[in-house]
């Protein structure tokens, strides 16, 4: 074979493997942009593709050993009561029911096992299940309150609640039948019947009555949008006075 040939083989071998690596590539970045979506672009933005995969790719080696959980059907059910006063208090007090929603976030962070003491782990730990929630919240973690106008709350309770119902599982269970609602939940509490019925099935009890709790108070409205006019209002009395 004349060196020429070989010179050519070299020359396809290398195009080829180029093609490979760059298709690679491509379908990591895609990958990456599924899972992480706008936290993948921000990164991107900010540190250039590759790193912004090195750095998510750490991300999740991070919180995998943080233990994080889910949480039971009982903090599901009180949880989501929680939420439904807070929502209901955004007619009358939006200022303050805005920031009963910020330390509701947290506090079902808490919970479920992330650092809630360092925010920037704690936000770090977000992106990797919770991505596109924590695009909406960061846009808002930062809004001053006492100056924010009535819409810019209505957007920041909207954008809380997005984030609320990925952490504590509720968007399932707002978007299934009520019955079906019940019943998703009594199931989840079926798999921890085993330790429950040792005690008497006094822990069933509880789990069937959090349930059931929990399938009636998943919203089923939005009255923060539908009383915005009455909230705006009360927000115009209540914004110069700080919290």
Do not use: C
Not at 14 to 28: D, E
Not at 72 to 100: H, K, L
Not at 128 to 157: F, I, N
């Amino acid at each position: 074979m004349s060196t020429g040939a070989i010179i050519g083989i070299i020359i396809a071998v290398i195009v080829v493997i180029a093609a490979a690596m760059v298709v690679a590539a491509g379908l990591r970045r895609a990958r990456m942009r599924r899972q992480f979506g706008p936290e993948y672009d921000r990164l991107a933005q900010e540190l250039g593709s590759r790193k912004a995969g090195t750095e998510l790719a750490a991300r999740q080696r991070r919180v995998q050993a943080l233990g994080i959980h889910e949480l039971s059907p009982d903090q599901q059910a009180r949880y989501s009561g929680d939420w439904a006063a807070i929502q209901e208090g955004f007619v009358d007090t939006p200022i303050e029911a805005v920031g009963a929603a910020h330390t509701l976030i947290w506090n079902v962070m808490r919970d479920r096992g992330y650092p809630a003491d360092d925010r920037n782990a704690s936000l770090e730990a977000l992106s990797v299940h919770h991505a596109r929630a924590l695009a909406g919240y960061r846009q808002t973690m930062d809004l001053r309150t006492e100056s924010a106008t009535t819409e810019q709350l209505r957007e920041a309770m909207i954008r809380y609640r997005a984030l609320f119902e990925d952490l504590t599982g509720l968007r399932e269970v707002r978007e299934q039948p009520g019955r079906d609602r019940v019943a998703g939940i009594r199931g989840q509490a079926a798999g921890t019947g085993g330790q429950a019925a040792g005690t008497g099935g006094a822990v069933t009890g509880n789990q069937e009555r959090a349930a059931e709790n929990t399938g009636r108070m998943a919203p089923t409205s939005d009255p923060i949008a539908e009383n915005s006019d009455v909230a705006t209002q009360n927000a115009d009395r209540t914004a110069e006075t700080p919290r």
